[in-house]
């Protein structure tokens, strides 16, 4: 077969030399060994020649009589090219001839094809191998310097001179989308995609696309993953903005269903609107670039994404948008005040459907699961979304997470600082503590008790405390090194305890429960300074307590002023403007009030 395609410009059969440019192209795409046994009898040098006569003079030079092979027919300058470009297409795809063809220089003609096509079959080869070539950077870089995306942006353009069937048309446009998506996944790549065109180029195209329709949606889909790439590089965003991104996005969302359009619609909104900050978010590194966040806000697109939060919650939910859905919601609320104000609207957001979600238990997975605990968390600080979560029993499902395992330490803090938010609101808590209470035969709702004596003892009936200084008791046993997560939960229980203990009638039960060693043990050798202040704390109340004043004499508390008066004195105050010393000082005062040390 290599032999007589060699020789096709003499005998001129076209049909045939068609024949068997497929049978080469099925062999080398269903059989690795297959392509690169035709690779070692000679196959390449004969394919490129056949491109070269068909584009050199075809398409790329003036016709030149003195060359025989000039007199070649243009109807086999046709056949040549569409046949030589199924055979390379089919090389190009088997990773393991790939590269093969790039050292013999077959990828060059390919890409010159791409914007030269005179037929659907050619560019659907073309842009096929195209699509398929670009799997690592290497060769994502290799394909810009070859002038690749100049070649799809032809490619595309030629969808609309060629003509097409629907079915062809929708094939070649996924090939150069494909192609592109892949390629934008290439820093290098990104930072030349917007000088190109090829941004206008598809978000026009797209708003084109008739919403709903099957093959429409793969479009779609790869159109908004390759402006959520692009938006990945800071520098992009503005310039995509402005190309009135924000009103394409949010139209996707409130008009389309489809799971994959939803899916890559999402990380497109997170990576526009995801503000520079440090590391840990709490700070942003610029001002000027919240425009994102505003813009859609503005457009209503917190609403659109609530409604498909609920479509793809249990009992028929999709963990993998799910998990998108949330991160641009989290994205779009996080230190924004605006954002999270719209969110407080009942009557344009249904915030339930985090109620539901929450509910799902089992059904979601553990990162679906964080995620919702990070956004509540967020929620959380605005006073009329605390008592809307209040009302519609999000506290109970929030209240559980405490008790998850240490694989999920972060959901587990998220979940202690959405409570501690709850707890801050007085009028929250007094409102809604007592009566949810009594409503329940569970006690999940005691997260809104530490803000008096009786909705304290209402936590310690849950049994919480008890098993929160078990956990607590486990993490200061280990030697390994401790997960952020894992810390920062530790200190919400710590400060749980010490708010457990300004109750009189717990502090002994707290004692007797194992607390008391354990927050002298904190005291004397804690990881983290809030830990150490949180632990004083609970201490100082503590020694509140006449029966208990004696046994922390007895078990280690002169001991802890001792660390703290050494260790100590060189380590920075707390949080709070405090410092140990001043802390066990106070201890030390409360213990003198009725026992003479």
């Known amino acids: 077969m290599i032999s007589w395609l060699a020789a096709s410009p003499q005998h001129g059969n076209f049909r045939l030399m068609m024949q068997v440019g497929s049978a080469i192209a ?31 003079i075809e398409r790329l030079g003036t016709p030149n009589p003195s060359h025989s092979h000039f007199s070649l027919s243009a109807s086999w300058r046709e056949c040549s090219a569409t046949a030589a470009a199924a055979a390379l297409a089919a090389l190009i795809q088997n990773r393991s001839t790939a590269e093969a063809v790039v050292k013999a220089g077959g990828l060059s003609p390919m890409i010159k094809l791409c914007r030269v096509a005179n037929t659907e079959v050619q560019l659907r080869h073309a842009t096929s191998a195209m699509r398929e070539f670009c799997d690592t950077d290497e060769k994502r870089d290799l394909l810009l310097n070859e002038g690749g995306l100049e070649s799809m942006l032809q490619a595309l353009e030629k969808c609309d001179m060629l003509k097409m069937d629907e079915r062809g048309e929708i094939m070649i446009r996924m090939n150069i989308l494909s192609c592109l998506q892949s390629m934008s996944l290439s820093s290098t ?29 793969a479009i779609t889909a790869c159109t908004i993953a ?34 994959l359009v939803v899916f890559h619609a999402c990380i497109a909104i997170r990576n526009l609107a995801l503000r520079k900050a440090t ?8 001002d000027d670039d919240d425009f994102a966040q505003s813009d859609f806000g503005d457009s209503n697109c917190l609403k659109h994404l609530m409604v498909l939060l609920k479509q793809f919650s249990p009992p028929n939910n999709d963990d993998i948008v799910l998990e998108q859905l949330l991160n641009a919601l ?43 605990a990070i956004l509540i968390a967020d929620l959380a600080q605005v006073p009329s979304i605390q008592a809307y979560f209040a009302e519609c029993g999000l506290l109970e499902h929030v209240f559980q997470w405490l008790f ?12 202690a600082g959405a409570i501690m938010n709850m707890v801050a609101n007085e009028a929250v808590s007094s409102r809604f503590g007592k009566a949810l209470f009594a409503e329940t035969k569970k006690s999940f709702l005691s997260s809104l008790a ?59 039960q707290v004692a007797d429960s194992g607390g008391l060693q354990l927050l002298l043990n904190i005291a004397k050798k804690g990881r983290d300074m809030n830990m150490i202040r ?38 920075a105050g707390f949080d709070n403007g405090g410092s140990p010393q001043e802390y066990a000082a106070a201890v030390l005062r409360n213990l003198t009030r009725s026992f003479q040390t």
């Open 26 to 56: 099925g062999l080398a795409a269903d059989n690795a060994k297959d392509a690169q046994l035709m690779i070692e009898e000679g196959l390449m040098p004969v394919l490129i020649k056949m491109m070269h006569l068909s584009l050199r």
């Open 189 to 217: 790549v990104r930072g030349q995609i917007w000088d190109s065109g090829i941004m206008r180029k598809i978000i026009g195209l797209s708003g084109q696309v008739e919403l709903g329709k099957r093959s429409s949606n």
């Open 226 to 259: 390759i402006i959520s790439n692009c938006a990945f590089t800071p520098q992009n965003r503005r310039q995509i903005f402005d190309l009135g991104v924000v009103k394409f996005l949010t139209r996707i969302v409130e008009a389309n269903k489809n799971s």
């Open 279 to 286: 590391s840990d978010f709490k700070t942003w590194l610029s």
């Open 330 to 372: 989290i994205v779009l609320v996080w230190n924004n005040s605006k954002n999270r104000s719209r969110m407080a609207n009942k009557e344009v957001i249904d915030l339930q459907h985090l109620t539901r979600l929450a509910a799902g238990g089992s059904r979601v997975n553990t990162y679906v699961r964080q995620r919702l």
């Open 404 to 415: 998850l395992p240490r694989t999920e330490a972060v959901t587990r803090y998220c979940a």
């Open 450 to 508: 530490p803000l008096n004596d009786g909705n304290r003892a209402k936590v310690w009936q849950t049994g919480a405390v008890t098993r929160l200084i078990e956990i607590l008791r486990d993490t200061e046993m280990k030697q390994e090194a401790i997960s952020f997560g894992v810390k920062r939960s530790d200190i919400m229980i710590c400060a749980l305890l010490q708010n457990v203990t300004a109750s009189v009638t717990l502090r002994r």
């Open 534 to 571: 949180y632990a004083l704390g609970a201490l100082r109340n503590i020694a509140l307590e006449p029966g208990l004043q004696q046994i922390l004499i007895e078990t280690g508390f002169l001991d802890v002023c001792q660390v703290v008066s050494t260790e100590y004195s060189d380590k």
